[in-house]
């Protein structure tokens, strides 16, 4: 092989390993230091460094068993948890990730908590991963004020399975209709994604739901 690419290819492995350093999300960091292990496996084979080349094929066995679990596992450990709208853990986690929900999801979101308002975090081995604000409705419906996934999971494909029969969320919530209001286009695109339909009223002509 060319010494020229050879370099290269040791450049690669190198920037992607420091890429899967930046990594919030676990799933983007275990596929991106999978690849790196296998670009340093070239390259370690290319130069005759064996050593190295063992280390890396460990490596890449170890990233690849994780991705297999998480993956495979990620529906299956995902549960809810009904809090009560007043508690102060609730108030922590909103106060901790203000930032990162004001910066995109809803930036205009303020929790104001009323007698219909009921609060869900989404939990994956017994961790917060998401949380959901919404507010019930006489009609057997539930108005989404926040639906929220901290960094570390947002690969798990949290809202499918949150807006499935599988939570049960309906069940939770009394209610066969989730809807919310569109102010942003990261929000439209969110809500499109995972099911959710325009469902325009007069009194809310932003209104998008979803069918639970």
Known sequence: ??????????????????????????????????????????????????PIAVVNVVAAAIHLYYLRKLVRRKHEIFTILRLRPDGRYLRYFLDFYKDDIAGRYQPNFTYEPTPNTI????????VPAGLVVARLHGDSSFEILLD????????????????SEDSGIADETNSRLAWTRITTPDQEQYFTRIGFKPDRTPQVPERYSIKL
């Open 1 to 50: 092989m060319n010494a020229t690419l050879i370099e290269v290819i040791g450049y690669i492995g190198s920037g992607l390993v420091i890429l899967s350093l930046l990594q919030k999300s676990i799933l983007r960091l275990r596929t991106i230091g999978l690849v790196a292990s296998l670009t340093f496996l070239v390259y370690s084979i290319s130069i005759e460094a064996y």
């Open 119 to 126: 609060a869900v975090f989404m939990l994956r081995d017994m």
């Open 148 to 163: 929220y996934v901290i960094p570390q999971y947002r690969d798990f494909k949290l809202a499918n399975w949150l807006y």
